[in-house]
């Protein structure tokens, strides 16, 4: 515990002394609440400074808190002008959030050409999450030939690397493929890490299945999310 504390200590002090890593990891720390009370407007901050040095993750952190609204008011344009400049340095979570905004185009021009490239960036660095959007320009066949095959192989990858939108989607694709027992392993993944949203929004679905087992697993869903 001492020396946990001795390191936050440390952590702040290089932070207040203008170092951007330091400042990034205290943003984090703050947005997060780990191991102090969470403070998103003091996350924010520090991530700006940091952003403003020029550290990629202090970019797209100070990104997400403007997408999102944690510590100051939403502007979608200056969180993807962040996002640009993080992902121009080669960040894997830089490159995704650039490719979400160009995908939704609400503060650009939709691109989904775009998008996929920069996904596909992420992805050769071993980005989860950027794998799994990719299965789905597979499975939908969103400006490539549609290849449920490249889906499955994408959303397998998602899901080992441990993202929750991956996990589903490749237990889906086991279900569908009768390899139930591994779906429902792979369905008790994703609360561990899923948004209450996302729980929410797929408990209702599985709910909706003809399988008992998997209706089961929509309730937990829901229960989860409830939590």
């Given at each position: 515990m001492r020396c946990q504390q001795a390191w936050k200590n440390c952590v702040r002090a290089a932070a207040a002394l203008g170092h951007a890593a330091a400042q990034a990891a205290l943003g984090q720390w703050l947005l997060d609440g780990h191991g102090m009370d969470k403070d998103a407007a003091q996350a924010v901050q520090w991530f700006l400074k940091s952003a403003a040095q020029g550290h990629p993750m202090g970019m797209n952190m100070a990104g997400r808190c403007l997408e999102n609204g944690w510590g100051t008011e939403p502007d979608l344009f200056a969180a993807v002008a962040w996002y640009k400049k993080a992902a121009s340095l080669g960040l894997d979570a830089g490159l995704y959030n650039l490719a979400n905004q160009l995908a939704a185009g609400h503060s650009v021009p939709q691109d989904h050409a775009a998008a996929l490239q920069l996904y596909r960036q992420a992805a050769d660095q071993g980005?989860?999450?950027?794998?799994?959007?990719?299965?789905?320009?597979?499975?939908?066949?969103v400006v490539v030939e549609q290849d449920r095959d490249a889906a499955f192989f994408c959303y397998q990858e998602g899901a080992q690397g441990g993202d929750f939108r991956g996990q589903f989607n490749y237990a889906s694709m086991l279900a569908e493929r009768g390899r139930l027992a591994e779906a429902l392993e792979w369905l008790a993944k994703v609360p561990l890490t899923a948004t209450k949203a996302y729980l929410e929004k797929t408990g209702a679905l599985l709910q909706q299945s003809g399988n008992a087992e998997f209706q089961r697993v929509g309730t937990l869903f829901l229960v989860h999310a409830g939590g």
């Open positions: 980005h989860a999450k950027s794998m799994t959007k990719i299965g789905r320009y597979y499975e939908d066949g």
